[in-house]
């Protein structure tokens, strides 16, 4: 396995991008809804990510095709019923296959989360004080409805419509997808890594020879631009993703006002982001076709 080298601005990834967007080509691509089905030699992938249990309030249509992929944060804060209720939905949809990883609003999904978060929880039922509130921020959501999601069991059991990917690989048509929903500390909530060596080991798992990489944070310079004017993407990933795994594809989410399609000339990158900054659910699914490998054929 080729080796990353950790970058020295790493734990400032806006002075990182702007460091290495001089030796970097990114140019944006148009979202573009199909115009016609998919070829008989083709594989069409849809793709959404961050609907936040808000798939009710989704006024378009999504596009049918062979594979849908959703690259994380399709609940509030994962609680049992959000995570039923998405997975009635897939159920709905006409794609054959679906493909689905966890994102930091995930929190039943990631026992590392349960375990500090009840940790922090049963400290402040012992003692004065606000320590839930000023280090694991509830972002929004009530108390109550961290401790029931933190408090699920099995979680993963209820999605039975989809593929699940987590840190794993599936292979569809000949080609193969690798989900993770690991990302640099975000607000402390689920999956959450710091920047630098821990996130690199993530990344070392992702195998080589993945033809669509599925990830919940953007890398560093595409589609993580946020309202601010700061980068919140992953330095690590991007030098993983062009170094090491150089895939067709790179599909992920988390930052909302990222939204759309990047390329670097070699490699696609998709912030698939359902919701708008608002939490609003605008943003049309991302499509895009693969041709099916030598001797591969869709049943």
């Known amino acids: 396995m080729q080796g990353i080298?950790?970058?020295?601005?790493?734990?400032n990834p806006t002075a990182a991008w702007r460091e290495i967007s001089q030796t970097q080509k990114v140019f944006k691509l148009n979202v573009k809804p199909p115009t016609k089905s998919v070829?008989?030699?083709?594989?069409?992938?849809?793709?959404?990510?961050?609907?936040?249990s808000l798939t009710?309030?989704?006024?378009?249509?999504?596009p049918d095709g062979d594979v849908f992929i959703h690259a994380g944060d399709f609940t509030k804060c994962g609680q049992q019923e959000e995570v039923q209720e998405f997975n009635r939905w897939l159920g709905e949809l006409p794609h054959k296959y679906k493909v689905v990883i966890a994102g930091n609003h995930e929190?039943?999904?990631?026992?590392?989360?349960?375990?500090?978060?009840?940790?922090h929880s049963e400290h402040t039922s012992r003692h004065t004080g606000t320590i839930l509130d000023d280090e694991i921020p509830t972002l929004g959501m009530e108390k109550d409805a961290l401790n029931e999601a933190v408090r699920v069991e099995n979680v993963k059991q209820y999605l039975t419509n989809c593929i699940y990917l987590e840190d794993s690989t599936v292979n569809i048509y000949g080609?193969?997808?690798?989900?993770?929903?690991w990302q640099p500390e975000f607000c402390k909530w689920a999956f959450n890594v710091p920047r630098g060596e821990k996130c690199l080991s993530k990344?070392?798992?992702?195998?080589?020879?993945v033809d669509i990489l599925l990830t919940h944070t953007p890398p560093v310079g595409h589609g993580d631009l946020v309202c601010s004017g700061i980068r919140a993407g992953c330095v690590e990933l991007l030098n993983t993703v062009q170094q090491r795994i150089k895939p067709k594809y790179h599909v992920f989410g988390h930052i909302h006002e990222g939204y759309g399609i990047t390329s670097d000339g070699k490699i696609i990158y998709i912030n698939a982001s359902t919701c708008d900054i608002n939490y609003i659910p605008?943003?049309?699914?991302?499509?895009?076709?693969?041709?099916?490998?030598?001797?591969v054929h869709k049943l």
């Open 5 to 11: 080298d950790i970058h020295p601005l790493t734990g």
């Open 39 to 52: 070829d008989s030699d083709k594989v069409r992938f849809v793709c959404m990510s961050d609907t936040h």
């Open 56 to 62: 009710h309030n989704i006024k378009f249509d999504i």
């Open 107 to 119: 929190l039943s999904f990631d026992p590392t989360f349960i375990h500090i978060f009840k940790k």
């Open 175 to 181: 080609i193969t997808i690798y989900g993770t929903p």
């Open 203 to 209: 990344w070392n798992l992702i195998p080589e020879n």
């Open 282 to 295: 605008n943003n049309q699914p991302v499509v895009f076709d693969v041709p099916l490998k030598a001797g």
